[in-house]
């Protein structure tokens, strides 16, 4: 389904290639729409690609990842193929991102900043449940030597 989805807004989409150069862009994008650098900590992209006049986003990796957010203790899972409708602060109608709650994984289809100056990032579910965790806990995490 994500394919398919991503094959309608290739027309007139900016698509990159490669692993370095995907990384950057993907933290390109996440400092234009104001959120967190680390929100997106995968480092084995192989396709991003953003369609400005729609707004969609994808990110295309070998194989799904799950990655620890320490400082609030989440685990968070992406699938081979993300993608979401982006705006300022906000990013919506997401698929390919789950995080765990309790023993279940639970899928992710919003996340956004309320404000400008706002100190929480809030992630929605597809039945309108969600949580608010500070937006520092998402911030890119330098690499240890």
């Known amino acids: 389904m994500a394919t398919q989805l991503i094959e309608s807004h290739r027309e007139g989409a900016e698509v990159y290639h490669g692993s370095d150069l995907c990384k950057k862009k993907c933290v390109e994008l996440l400092e234009e729409l104001h ?5 997106l900590p995968l480092n084995n992209l192989t396709e991003v690609g953003r369609n400005k006049a729609t707004g969609f986003v994808w990110l295309r990796q070998p194989k799904s990842v799950t990655h620890n957010f320490d400082k609030i203790g989440k685990p968070v899972s992406y699938a081979s193929e993300v993608t979401a409708f ?11 991102v ?3 709650e309790m023993l279940i994984w639970v899928s992710l289809s919003d996340m956004f900043i309320g404000d400008a100056g706002g100190d929480k ?3 929605k579910t597809p039945t309108g449940l969600s949580r608010s965790f500070p937006v520092s806990a998402f911030e890119l995490e330098e690499t240890k030597n």
């Open 35 to 39: 959120l967190p650098r680390g929100l």
């Open 86 to 96: 982006v705006e300022d602060r906000r990013m919506k109608k997401m698929s390919g």
């Open 98 to 100: 789950k995080t765990k």
């Open 121 to 123: 990032i809030t992630f």
